[in-house]
Nanobody, 128 residues
Framework: QVQLVESGGGLVQAGGSLRLSCVASGRTFNNYVMGWFRQAPGKEREFVAAIRWSGGRTNYADSVKGRFTISRDNAKNTVYLQMNSLKAGDTAVYSC?????????????????????WGQGTQVIVSS
């Protein structure tokens, strides 16, 4: 079992920044993809960003492209989501997830069903 623990959520004003962290227990494998998803009140969970542990290829949802940056520190088993220029629409519970991505897959790793492990989530509230 892989355990994922998110942190870094909080309350921030529109235009501000926040950095989320996701620490994975145990080994992280080269064929794994780490993803960030979010779920706003009354809405379905949606894909935000993903990164491959091996090679570091990334993919972003159009809604966050240019504002959010996903990165990883393999030595620390940690994935980050740097969120800049935050908007009220970014308010959601953000969850970290891990799943196996065959080959060099990244753009296909946007579905919830492609991820096997999930963290508990961390709440982000952006005031307008």
């Amino acid at each position: 079992q892989v355990q994922l623990v998110e942190s870094g959520g909080g309350l921030v004003q529109a235009g501000g920044s926040l950095r989320l962290s996701c620490v994975a227990s145990g080994r992280t494998f080269n064929n794994y993809v780490m993803g960030w998803f979010r779920q706003a009140p009354g809405k379905e969970r949606e894909f935000v960003a993903a990164i491959r542990w091996s090679g570091g290829r990334t993919n972003y949802a159009d809604s966050v492209k240019g504002r959010f940056t996903i990165s990883r520190d393999n030595a620390k088993n940690t994935v980050y989501l740097q969120m800049n220029s935050l908007k009220a629409g970014d308010t959601a519970v953000y969850s970290c997830a891990a799943g196996v991505g065959l080959g060099n897959a990244i753009v296909t790793m946007t579905g919830i069903h492609k991820y096997d492990y999930w963290g508990q989530g961390t709440q982000v509230i952006v005031s307008s």
